[in-house]
């Protein structure tokens, strides 16, 4: 802890000594950031070709196709990824 913060420090592969993490920045988040309705502000953010980017389509496209290939596979399986979603969100965890 420094100035009763806590640090988060990383490995560098090369040198093999702990260091403070840098910064990550992407740009397209911050071209968005000021974006107050959050539809246009996801198609924007989904235009740029940044890891930010991907990683917001990959939740978007399993966020909404998983539970809709469970219930073609089994209603069951459907109802009990539900759930299990529910009581891990009320925890305050994610699936």
Not at 32 to 53: C, F, H, N, P, Q
Not at 59 to 69: D, E, T, V
Request: charged share 30%; hydrophobic share 40%.
């Amino acid at each position: 802890m420094v100035d009763g913060k806590r640090e988060f420090w990383v490995i560098n592969p090369q040198t093999m000594e702990y260091e403070p993490a840098p910064k990550i920045r992407f740009e397209s988040v911050g071209a968005v950031r000021s974006i107050e309705d959050l539809g246009t502000r996801l198609r924007k953010l989904l235009e740029y070709d940044d890891r930010a980017a991907e990683y917001v389509r990959h939740l978007l496209y399993y966020g909404y196709s998983m539970p809709a290939m469970l219930h073609r596979r089994s209603p069951t399986a459907w109802l009990m990824w539900t759930m299990r979603c529910d009581g891990d969100l009320v925890r305050g965890r994610t699936v």
